[in-house]
């Protein structure tokens, strides 16, 4: 019986943990969504224990891919062959959904994104990582304070006659104005879909700014769940919002794309996975400060079992360099050059 070949895409981010599998002809086999919550390193190894479940031990893996605010860390300990940021990763995934697509609207759990494309190609994009007023969060909390499953929260959005206008610049004045509303007596799906407008308006005022922004757009990330926001979304835009068959983990389909490029390019022929019995070893973190200068970087070192397998943080490049020495002998070495004044 033939061994299953596939390519593997991670995209790790504050709130999940998303998994895509690539059979060799680039339909999707298998698609994970895990909350990371607060555990990057036993989430993925989570993961690919549900991975190996599904496909079994002997499966072939010919490349990985990682992407989203942690993929440095999960490149470590999966072995990744690309790695690539959330913007590359989701206009990848979006251009093979649809070759045609000129603007990704993006909403995440902690952040939210807009990507510019003309011709396939990438040519603008902002981010908003400073206010959770345009992020999931700020729906999931407001979904908590009504009472309301956040599943049921676009559905009720939907069924709204009259949305009251809410305040959305600011998470807190939102959340004020929506306790006025109801006091007021304003209908509970009113007052859902202004929370859903607000949010809409945020995000194209802050992410959107000076964006022009034309079709197909595609709507990904976990909010694009939100049929809520997808309507409020075509209102402000006067044109249809596309929510692609697997929105949810685009930047992890684009990183299994990126890893099978990589493959057909034959960039390498081999792969540098590590392989699903990853699941099984020790991974530890651990930071230190290094007192080599004033800078007193603080360095992030990822253990497997007692092997050192990466370091970063540092400006100098001293820790992060491929043969690391024992942190100890460094440190040592530190003192005695401070002490004689001969430290670069």
């Known amino acids: 019986m033939p061994v299953s070949k596939y390519f593997l895409g991670v995209d790790v981010g504050s709130v999940s943990t998303n998994i895509v599998l690539l059979y060799e002809d680039g339909t999707i086999a298998q698609t994970m969504y895990l909350r990371t919550q607060g555990r990057p390193m036993q989430t993925i190894q989570e993961g690919m224990r549900e991975l190996r479940a599904c496909i079994g031990s002997a499966a072939e893996i010919k490349g990985v891919g990682t992407t989203g605010s942690a993929r440095q860390l999960a490149a470590t300990l999966l072995g990744a062959d690309v790695v690539k940021n959330e913007i590359t990763a989701?206009?990848?995934?979006?251009?093979?959904?649809?070759?045609?697509?000129?603007?990704?609207?993006?909403?995440?759990?902690?952040?939210?994104?807009?990507?510019?494309?003309?011709?396939?190609?990438?040519?603008?994009?902002?981010?908003?990582?400073?206010?959770?007023?345009?992020?999931?969060?700020?729906?999931?909390?407001?979904?908590?304070?009504?009472?309301?499953?956040?599943?049921?929260?676009?559905?009720?959005?939907?069924?709204?006659?009259?949305?009251?206008?809410?305040?959305?610049?600011?998470?807190?004045?939102?959340?004020?104005?929506?306790?006025?509303?109801?006091?007021?007596?304003?209908?509970?799906?009113?007052?859902?879909?202004?929370?859903?407008?607000?949010?809409?308006?945020?995000?194209?005022?802050?992410v959107g700014k000076n964006k022009e922004i034309l079709g197909p757009v595609f709507f990904q990330g976990g909010v694009a769940a939100n049929p809520g926001i997808r309507q409020a979304f075509e209102e402000e835009l006067g044109q249809e919002v596309i929510v692609p068959e697997h929105f949810s983990v685009m930047g992890a389909l684009g990183a299994a794309f990126l890893a099978q490029e990589r493959f057909l390019n034959k960039k390498s022929p081999t792969t540098n996975f590590r392989g699903l019995k990853m699941a099984e070893s020790h991974f530890k973190a651990r930071s230190f400060d290094c007192k080599g200068c004033s800078n007193h970087c603080e360095v992030v070192e990822i253990r497997q079992e007692d092997k050192v397998l990466t370091r970063w943080g540092d400006r100098c490049g001293k820790w992060s360099v491929a043969d690391v020495e024992p942190i100890e002998i460094a440190e040592v070495r530190d003192q005695q050059n401070l002490a004689s004044g001969s430290h670069k």
């Open 90 to 206: 989701h206009a990848v995934a979006a251009s093979r959904m649809n070759a045609k697509v000129q603007t990704i609207l993006e909403i995440g759990g902690q952040d939210s994104k807009i990507i510019i494309l003309r011709n396939g190609v990438v040519v603008d994009f902002a981010m908003n990582t400073v206010c959770a007023a345009g992020t999931g969060s700020f729906l999931d909390q407001q979904a908590s304070r009504l009472g309301i499953p956040i599943e049921e929260f676009g559905v009720l959005a939907l069924k709204a006659q009259h949305p009251v206008r809410i305040a959305g610049r600011c998470s807190v004045f939102a959340e004020s104005d929506m306790i006025h509303k109801q006091q007021l007596g304003h209908p509970l799906p009113d007052i859902i879909a202004g929370l859903c407008q607000a949010m809409v308006r945020n995000y194209l005022n802050n």
